[in-house]
């Protein structure tokens, strides 16, 4: 899987992975990680997620980076916002008060760009990536936050043989392996989500679950 991949994906609007209502596991579970009001939440891959018009909506200032430009148009475009946009180290920044989206690759991110967050919500970013491509993905993360972020993270589990991803399963044991030297890894919920995803269970799926993680950085 490459950048083409997705590109082709928003291409021709095959996104059931984006989600029309606000996360529910967000919704409940954000508050635990006792972010002061004002604070930026960094959000990679965000695709056009709603979320992101969630979090401001609570107070917080919010960072997404995301590949394809089509998914960068339609968010502004379809919340009726108007943006700003500039180039900065070959990527184009798009900004509309509080809220900022760079287009480009996750993997060219500068922590420059990512040095003013304070937390990181990763709902569709993890699971979207391929075996060989999850520790890269998980290493460039916590490269670009020198010091640690609290982060609420969402994943799915499934036997991977019954389906070719994405999105794509990510046991408990990888998660823990990517992020337990700087973090305490809790996992908070733990839900069987087969009878209410329809599609997967015509993909060949035989069980699925989601797991919702926090993750709090280890004291200094």
């Avoid at 968010?75 to 989206?101: A, K, T, Y």
């Avoid at 709902?123 to 520790?135: G, V, Y």
């Avoid at 209410?196 to 015509?202: G, M, N, Y």
């Amino acid at each position: 899987m490459d950048k083409q991949f997705w590109h082709e994906r928003w291409e021709k609007n095959q996104i059931g992975f984006h989600q029309q209502e606000i996360n529910s596991y967000l919704q409940e579970y954000w508050s635990r990680l006792q972010l002061p009001a004002g604070s930026t939440v960094f959000v990679p891959l965000c695709g056009k997620s709603r979320d992101m018009l969630w979090l401001l909506e609570q107070g917080y200032r919010v960072l997404g980076i995301e590949l394809s430009p089509i998914a960068v148009a339609d968010f502004f475009r379809e919340n009726n916002l108007q943006p700003e946009v500039r180039s900065e180290n070959g990527m184009e920044h798009w900004s509309c008060d509080e809220l900022e989206i760079i287009c480009g690759d996750f993997f060219s991110l500068q922590p420059s760009a990512v040095a003013h967050c304070q937390a990181v919500y990763d709902r569709a970013s993890l699971i979207a990536m391929p075996p060989r491509l999850r520790p890269a993905y998980a290493d460039k993360l916590q490269s670009l936050c020198p010091t640690a972020l609290p982060i609420l993270l969402v994943t799915m589990e499934y036997p991977q043989e019954q389906m070719a991803g994405p999105p794509f399963s990510v046991h408990q044991s990888e998660v823990n392996g990517f992020y337990a030297d700087r973090y305490d890894v809790e996992n908070i919920l733990t839900r069987d989500i087969l009878d209410e995803s329809p599609r997967f269970r015509q993909r060949g799926l035989t069980a699925m679950q989601e797991r919702v993680y926090l993750l709090h950085p280890h004291p200094v």
